[in-house]
């Protein structure tokens, strides 16, 4: 196998160059950066390159204060602070507009999304890392609190409440698929056609790398860090993965993943190690995939069946990785000298 120029981000795809190329800081504005607990790199090419590239990391920066639960002073934390108070949260036109999309895609999805998770993740003690299985008896007490139905938006888009005492909300499952969106609409703004925006595992592809080609993005394999099952040619779209194995914790010989099933409190056991999703909508993808892993493979494929607007990688924890049709004509497998093998859902 011819080996390529790559990297790896934090989250679960990788971005491979061409054999043999210069590297993407030759010929585009490159910046890496932290932000939204994972790392993120931009690389943008056009004539105004590094002014975009710039306005890009604010807007980033912008986005992290507005919607992060961990910041003190975002609006987020507002929200929660004043959860069953009766108090109306002032929000910026960014935060409303992410709410009312994950309490969409949660109608959409039958509750396998819902943004409202926050207590039982803390219980978990996945957002302060103070890993502990909640007893029983605990998650009975918090299941009540998670409702998306409780988070009220005032119509017009200026203030949302949420109803109960003790709810939150944690966005960590859409933030970033919606800043990837926001931030693909500024570059485009600045004139850019050709930019690779890579924030954790939501990796947006902009027209075409440096040789005009689609960009190469690769599954990562859930099991190695180091490989990659197969990959894909994208362009204008973007790519969100979803997997248990970045973060989780082992107790009395179990792992428990950060993915909470939301109708349960249960970590998601759903037989699937990852779900790659696939369309040009960034902020539905990020959602999308977290739900998909909870549903499993079985109600995730009748899903893909019902809707006709995205493809997605299905790898189970058998090692079979499941390729929709749509992917079929790109996808270039690797995973053979680690065992997996594919199949094609077909509608």
């Keep these: 196998m011819k080996r390529c120029i790559s990297f790896l981000c934090a989250g679960f795809l990788m971005i491979l160059s061409g054999c043999g190329a210069p590297s993407v800081g030759d010929v585009g504005a490159v910046r890496t950066l932290f932000a939204m607990d994972t790392m993120m790199q931009l690389t943008v090419y056009g004539e105004h390159q590094e002014e975009a590239v710039d306005a890009a990391q604010a807007e980033i920066s912008r986005l992290e204060g507005l919607l992060s639960r961990t910041r003190s002073d975002s609006q987020i934390t507002a929200l929660n ?3 069953g108070d009766g108090s109306p949260v002032a929000v910026d036109p960014d935060v409303y507009s992410v709410l009312s999309l994950a309490q969409e895609y949660a109608r959409e999805v ?3 999304f819902d943004i409202t998770v926050a207590p039982i993740m803390d219980a978990w003690g996945f957002v302060s890392k103070n890993y502990r299985v909640p007893s029983q008896e605990e998650l009975a007490r918090l299941l009540p609190l998670v409702d998306g139905e409780q988070l009220r938006l005032e119509e017009g888009g200026s203030t949302v409440q949420l109803a109960k005492p003790g709810m939150a909300v944690d966005l960590g499952a859409i933030a970033k698929g919606y800043t990837a969106g926001r931030v693909e609409a500024l570059l485009r703004s600045y004139g850019v056609e050709d930019a690779l925006i890579v924030l954790g595992g939501n990796v947006t592809a902009m027209g075409r790398n440096y040789s005009g080609d689609p960009w190469r993005v690769a599954v990562r ?6 490989a990659y ?7 204008d779209v973007t790519a969100s993965t979803s997997g248990g194995y970045e973060r989780y914790f082992e107790q009395d010989g179990r792992r428990y993943y950060h993915i909470i099933d939301p109708t349960t409190g249960l970590t998601a056991d759903s037989g699937l190690l990852s779900v ?4 040009s909508d960034a902020a539905r993808n990020d959602a999308l995939s977290t739900a998909l892993f909870v549903m499993g ?10 809707h006709g607007d995205f493809e997605m990688v299905l790898v189970q924890a058998d090692k079979t990785v499941l390729i929709t049709q749509g992917l079929e004509e790109g996808w270039d497998f690797r ?3 680690n065992g997996y093998q594919y199949e094609i859902l077909h509608r």
């Design 81 to 83: 602070r004043h959860a």
């Design 110 to 112: 039958d509750g396998a």
């Design 221 to 226: 394999d859930p099991l190695d860090g180091e």
């Design 229 to 235: 099952l197969g990959i894909l040619p994208l362009q």
């Design 276 to 279: 790659t999703v696939i369309s």
């Design 297 to 306: 493979t079985e109600r995730a494929e009748a899903f893909w069946r019902a």
């Design 335 to 337: 995973g053979e000298r």
